[in-house]
Nanobody, 121 residues
Framework: QVQLVESGGGLVQAGGSLRLSCARSGRIFSIYAMGWFRQAPGKEREFVAAVMRSGSITYADSVKGRFTISRDNAKNTVYLQMMSLKPEDTAVYYC???????????????WGQGTQVTVSS
């Protein structure tokens, strides 16, 4: 089992920044991909960013150039630095872990509880 705990969400004005953290514990040696997803009210969960064990990184077009995913292996933590935030970025953000090199949500085996990000206009 792998446990994931997100933190860092909150309320921010449009144009502002936030950094989300995802602390990992458990059988993390089995994990190949770490991803961030988000779900806004009334919408389906959508992919935001992912980083593979190889170091390969993928972003959704909607966040490319504004968000940065990174990891600190010594701290077993994955980050999502979010800049130039827009009201449409408002959502619950989830950290997820997969044993495979995947991007789509169904491929992820473990999920955190989510952290709310609200961007006011």
């Amino acid at each position: 089992q792998v446990q994931l705990v997100e933190s860092g969400g909150g309320l921010v004005q449009a144009g502002g920044s936030l950094r989300l953290s995802c602390a990992r514990s458990g059988r993390i040696f089995s994990i190949y991909a770490m991803g961030w997803f988000r779900q806004a009210p009334g919408k389906e969960r959508e992919f935001v960013a992912a980083v593979m064990r190889s170091g390969s990184i993928t972003y959704a077009d909607s966040v490319k150039g504004r968000f940065t995913i990174s990891r600190d292996n010594a701290k077993n933590t994955v980050y999502l630095q979010m800049m130039s935030l827009k009201p449409e970025d408002t959502a619950v953000y989830y950290c997820a872990a997969s044993k495979a090199a995947v991007v789509a949500a169904p491929g992820y085996d473990y999920w955190g509880q989510g952290t709310q990000v609200t961007v006011s206009s």
